[in-house]
């Protein structure tokens, strides 16, 4: 059977039946709404429309199907919730028992992971031959008083050359001394101290933790290699000045 919202215009029709006549419609009282929205049978809207003598066609005007309203969600027992809570107990034991069992090495790999691309890019190419052909260009242009064409020509591929050799040199000596200051970086490892396993409770002060000096590390990050470098000539001139 379809159920309809009410709407002012019913409630309307409704107030204006006696309420014998509503008795003698054979209607659930229950049945008949009296606010706005609340739901009515198809039938019990008939049964006014023929009552109060107005066309069905107005009583439906403004109507809809009445969806009612979604269940409450119901309250978890007190089971539930002692199991979930032992679940995100185990999870963090998991999660943390990973984060100690990883190598110092894995997390500065992690956090350095631009160092492992290809160091020739296709705007260095474009850089070292754009170099060599000015050169060898500007070589020619001031041979041009030379008779000999030849000996420009070779004069010019020479420079080229050179100015080629001069700058695969200098890059190659740089990307070793890159590749020196990784290795040195990496060989580093970090000094760990097992202080107990993590329960999920708050855990004690430990008494002897306050001598324990902190060990920083200056070698980490982009700029590692220059702030250990800065450090160690600020430390040498201290131990100087005093």
Not at 16 to 27: E, H, K, R, V
Not at 79 to 97: G, P, T
Not at 144 to 167: I, K
Not at 205 to 223: C, L
Request: net charge neutral; hydrophobic share 35%.
């Amino acid at each position: 059977m379809v159920v309809l919202t009410t709407t002012p215009r019913i409630l309307a029709a409704v107030a204006t039946l006696p309420a014998s006549t509503l008795s003698s419609l054979n209607l659930d009282l229950d049945s008949i709404p009296s606010t706005p929205g609340a739901p009515i049978e198809h039938a019990t809207l008939l049964a006014i429309s023929k009552a109060t003598r107005s066309s069905l066609n107005s009583l439906l005007r403004g109507t809809k199907v009445y969806t009612p309203p979604p269940a409450p969600k119901p309250e978890h027992t007190p089971e539930y919730v002692a199991l979930m809570a032992r679940l995100r107990k185990e999870e963090e034991r998991r999660e943390y028992a990973q984060l100690v069992s990883r190598k110092p090495v894995d997390l500065i790999d992690g956090d350095t992971g631009d160092d492992e691309k290809d160091d020739i890019s296709p705007s260095l190419v474009f850089n070292i031959l754009l170099s060599i052909v000015l050169c060898a260009g500007t070589m020619f242009y001031l041979t041009r008083w030379w008779a000999n064409d030849g000996l420009r020509v070779l004069a010019s591929l020479s420079t080229g050359l050179l100015v080629g050799v001069a700058e695969v040199t200098v890059y190659a000596g740089y990307l070793r001394k890159v590749k020196q200051s990784r290795d040195k970086e990496r060989s580093k490892r970090e000094t760990k101290q097992f202080i107990g396993e993590y329960t999920g409770e708050p855990a004690e002060p430990i008494d002897h933790m306050a001598s324990v000096d902190k060990q920083e590390i200056w070698g980490r990050g982009i700029n590692g290699g220059m702030r250990r470098r800065v450090r160690e000539k600020w430390e040498k001139e201290r131990e100087s000045e005093n």
